[in-house]
């Protein structure tokens, strides 16, 4: 449940944060749960505008499930989050799909071919390793009709889908990421095989991974390290299959974290989710001459107000241009939503955000977004109305230039959804994965102007 405090003093935020930094140590690999959900049994009735997942019986068995479906929030935000009628499915077309995959859990879309970017496959986490699974579409959905493949409640024909692990796996160049149960992390090539451990992460928490220049790749994750006010989990860098780095400053905690390439480097954006306030930080990340890890100034880019533990957000990067950082989190009092922070050069401390509002509050709130390719796309997980225990809707829509939201469609209706991860081809179609209690399903959508 999001929870909304009254609003603290704004002002001396960013000095606060700096007089806590202090502390340090190396990541660890100390434990914690598994950053999962725990599963529910499906209800659902297609229909041609937007397909619709109820969640029914409770599944006992989530062994990767850990936290808790969102309960309602306690106040609402106004009704400007609904999207425009005549914007709702305007450059949305379902072209294939939704595909009920074999297993059930977070989804990696990764294209084979980043030239062509075309066909995307799925990669999911199988207890650290990577399994690749290759969507077998019955073909092209006729404009106006129910898609032909199975409906998010139908499963594929074989009974109750196979449990993929939490986190997602991460790919950069020709390397694939992948966290065990344990928090390991090993980086092996894309092909297959075995490869050492890079990293010792909390487990079930997010990474992410970027190719570098020269071949070079980037990895980012959050790990626990004991410093004298206790265990504290931070941020943390890994330049190839070399020694961790701390990401986060000293002082500094982190509860999600993410990278995307930048300016011929790397952009790296992690929260900082506590019980009064939500610190955003974001750096740049190089290489040095002889091919060292180079880190830019700390920026606290951005003060929300009070966050939880699993509070995520996203990277997203234009073909050209500036880089934005969404945060669904609370606006104020009484309004949530999704706030996009602009970083044209380097990150700097307390940027303007640009909110984009949802109905009511939701924790946690799944958001993707497309990087490298213009228009930039958004898949979010959003309440439908204010109403305590309104369904959730996985909305599709694109940023402009000054970061604001402009809605395009809801894909899929239903009442919680786990995870969701969007990418765009070189065809102007948009692919879709997502993750809900019934299991994991993917879709191409018409990208639209």
């Known amino acids: 449940m999001v929870r909304y405090p009254p609003l603290g003093a704004r002002v001396l935020v960013l000095a606060a944060l700096a007089a806590c930094r202090d502390g340090s140590g190396t990541p660890g690999a100390g434990p914690a749960p598994d950053a999962g959900v725990a599963a529910q049994g499906p209800s659902v009735a297609p229909t041609a505008s937007a397909l619709s997942l109820d969640a029914g019986v409770a599944d006992a068995a989530a062994a990767d499930a850990a936290a808790v479906d969102a309960a309602a929030p306690d106040a609402a935000a106004p009704d400007a989050a609904a999207p425009d009628a005549a914007a709702l499915g305007a450059g949305c ?29 799925v990669i999911f986490n199988r207890d650290g390793v990577a399994q690749h699974v290759a969507p077998s579409f019955g073909g092209l959905t006729a404009p106006g009709s129910p898609p032909a493949e199975a409906a998010p409640d139908a499963g594929d024909g074989s009974g109750e889908p196979a449990r993929a692990s939490w986190p997602a796996c991460a790919v950069a160049s020709r390397f694939v990421y992948c966290m065990d149960h344990g928090g390991t992390i090993r980086r092996t090539l894309l092909g297959g095989g075995e490869g050492p451990p890079i990293g010792a992460g909390r487990r ?10 020269g071949g070079h790749t980037l990895l980012a994750f959050l790990s626990d390290r004991k410093t004298s006010e206790g265990a504290v989990t931070q941020a943390f860098a890994v330049l190839d299959d070399g020694a961790a780095v701390p990401l986060s400053e000293e002082g500094s905690g982190a509860t999600f974290v993410a990278l995307s390439p930048w300016k011929g480097g790397a952009l790296a954006m992690y929260i900082d989710a506590r019980s009064a306030l939500t610190p955003v930080h974001a750096r740049t990340l190089g290489l040095t001459a002889e091919g060292k890890l180079e880190l830019g100034p700390d920026a606290v880019v951005f003060v929300g107000d009070a966050g939880e533990s699993r509070m995520g957000g996203a990277l997203a990067i234009g073909a050209a241009g500036p880089a934005y950082l969404l ?5 104020d009092i009484s309004a949530f939503g999704m ?9 700097r401390d307390d940027m303007p955000a640009v909110w984009s509002l949802y109905p009511n509050g939701l924790s946690p709130a799944p958001i993707a977004a497309t990087q490298g390719v213009s228009p930039i796309h958004v898949a979010r997980v959003r309440p439908v109305s204010r109403e305590p225990g309104a369904r959730h809707a996985l909305e599709l829509g694109q940023l402009d230039g000054e970061g604001r939201f402009h809605a395009r469609c809801v894909a899929v209706e239903g009442k919680s959804f786990k995870h969701v991860a969007i990418e765009a081809d070189r065809g102007g179609s948009l692919w879709i994965a997502y993750t809900t209690a019934a299991g994991t399903f993917i879709e191409q959508r018409a990208a639209g102007p």
């Open 93 to 121: 077309t379902l072209r294939r799909g939704p595909l009920s995959l074999s297993l059930r859990g977070p989804a990696l879309l990764w294209s084979p071919d980043e030239a062509e970017r075309a066909d995307f496959r």
């Open 204 to 213: 079930g928490t997010g990474i992410s991974a970027v190719a570098l220049p």
């Open 327 to 331: 945060l669904p989190a609370a606006k």
């Open 339 to 347: 706030a996009a922070i602009r970083v044209d050069e380097a990150p």
